[in-house]
């Protein structure tokens, strides 16, 4: 019993190692078990080992970011070519001139908060002045109740 144990673990880590192998060139989950013959259940069950878990993570950042740059290279490689979509989705995607335009918003339906202003005429500052308006004074240290 304890020989056919070990055949399995074995072949199991040799299965997970080409996952990870498969996972490093496409950083696709379901093409990687494909390619394996397991299911995406198994995949995630042994995801719960933190060990695989780790390298499963590690292998599809790695196997995207290639993905990423081999399309990029064939966009490069098209656009070279003169293929105007490859030219029209790069300079879309890339420069801001060629972007899509943002619908612009009507001048009707800016809010602007309103303040009122009061002018009052010179005539009328006088009068104010003259109305002795007592000023503010904070108040003394005896009457906060400090001593």
């Known amino acids: 019993m304890k020989k056919n144990s070990s055949k399995t673990a074995s072949r199991t880590r040799g299965t997970q190692q080409k996952v990870l ?3 490093t060139e496409s950083g696709n989950v379901s093409y990687s078990c494909k390619r394996v013959g397991i299911s995406r259940e198994t995949f995630y069950k042994w995801k ?3 060990v695989f878990a780790f390298n499963a993570e590690a292998a599809i950042e790695y196997g995207k970011s290639f993905v990423n740059d081999l399309a990029h290279t064939q966009l490069i490689f ?3 070519k003169g293929d105007m979509q490859a030219v029209r989705f790069h300079l879309a995607s890339c420069h801001p001139d ?3 335009k943002r619908p612009r918003i009507l ?3 800016i809010s602007i908060p309103v303040a009122t202003i009061e002018i009052i005429p010179a005539r009328h500052k006088k009068s104010l002045a003259e ?3 007592k000023p503010v004074t904070p108040p ?3 009457e906060d109740g400090e001593a």
Request: proline share 5%.
């Open 21 to 23: 192998e498969y996972l």
């Open 48 to 50: 719960e080992n933190r």
């Open 78 to 80: 098209n656009i070279q």
């Open 98 to 100: 060629y972007q899509p």
């Open 107 to 109: 001048d009707d339906e």
């Open 131 to 133: 109305e002795k308006l």
């Open 140 to 142: 003394s240290k005896a």
